[in-house]
């Protein structure tokens, strides 16, 4: 595929998906929402890929939205404007639902709908001079589209907050709020990064989908009966599966398995 808003390379067995757009603070437009879109759907379906970073360059990691795209939101009907929402909810979906490991390395700020991007990935790696911001109620709007992954990355406390005040707050705070899941100074981030892709890497990989799958379906689930049916529903069938068995074998008998080759 050919980008105009990002570049994705692949080294190994990860790929990164890079924001390239410096000179707008890698503000997203509908280019750059249908490029992640396809990038993550096409890397996803990947079986030789084991994770995929979303990075950016430039000194900000993404202001939200475009200034001219949201120019142009101004003039849209209600119907165009649902069109487009459906659009930007699909790219997040996409990210979250990715069947490889997403890992968001966050170079610098990050603001409204860039706070989604990052949300919709499964582990967050910030610099320690990164800041966030929620801002959209400053301009009258809402960030309802982002909110389903803003607030399970940093819950319904510290959102309720966020969202109303629109208050820009530090990596530091994100951190403590469980937003970052881990922080490193600038010159550091790389090792950081590569340090979790390193963990990743010595997993099995449809052990890791699974895992990432269940986490989702399971978090803020009921206890119920169908519950505690579907997980012991996943570990028979996980045991069963062929990297279960291989994996169980190979720690029995202290030998590696295939998926270290």
């Not at 410096?22 to 993550?40: C, L, M, Q, S």
């Not at 990691?61 to 487009?84: I, P, Q, S, V």
């Not at 899941?181 to 890791?208: F, M, R, W, Y």
């Not at 012991?232 to 069938?237: E, K, L, N, Y």
Request: with cysteine.
């Amino acid at each position: 595929m050919e980008f105009q808003t990002l570049n994705v390379t692949t080294e190994g067995r990860v790929a990164t998906v890079t924001l390239n757009r410096p000179d707008v603070r890698n503000a997203f437009n509908e280019t750059t929402i249908a490029e992640i879109t396809g990038a993550f759907r096409a890397l996803g379906a990947s079986a030789e890929l084991r994770a995929i970073v979303l990075a950016a360059n430039g000194p900000a990691f993404c202001a939200g939205a475009d200034l001219n795209w949201m120019k142009k939101m101004a003039a849209y009907t209600r119907e165009e404007n649902l069109a487009d929402a459906a659009q930007l909810a699909e790219m997040l979906r996409t990210i979250y639902t990715c069947p490889k490991p997403v890992l968001a390395k966050v170079q610098g700020d990050c603001y409204a709908g860039g706070m989604g991007l990052v949300a919709a990935c499964d582990i967050i790696v910030a610099a320690e001079t990164a800041n966030f911001c929620l801002s959209e109620v400053k301009l009258g709007l809402i960030p309802a589209t982002i909110s389903p992954y803003v607030i399970r990355a940093m819950g319904e406390n510290a959102s309720r907050r966020y969202f109303l005040t629109a208050e820009r707050f530090s990596a530091q705070e994100a951190h403590r709020i469980g937003f970052v899941h881990q922080l490193a100074p600038a010159a550091e981030l790389d090792a950081a990064v590569t340090g979790i892709l390193k963990s990743l890497a010595g997993n099995s990989p449809n052990a890791v989908k699974e895992a990432k799958r269940l986490v989702q379906d399971i978090a803020g689930a009921p206890l119920t009966a169908h519950l505690i049916a579907d997980t012991a529903q996943r570990i028979a069938d996980i045991r069963s599966s062929d990297e279960g068995k291989e994996g169980v074998k190979s720690f029995l008998e202290k030998a590696k398995p295939g998926w270290l080759s």
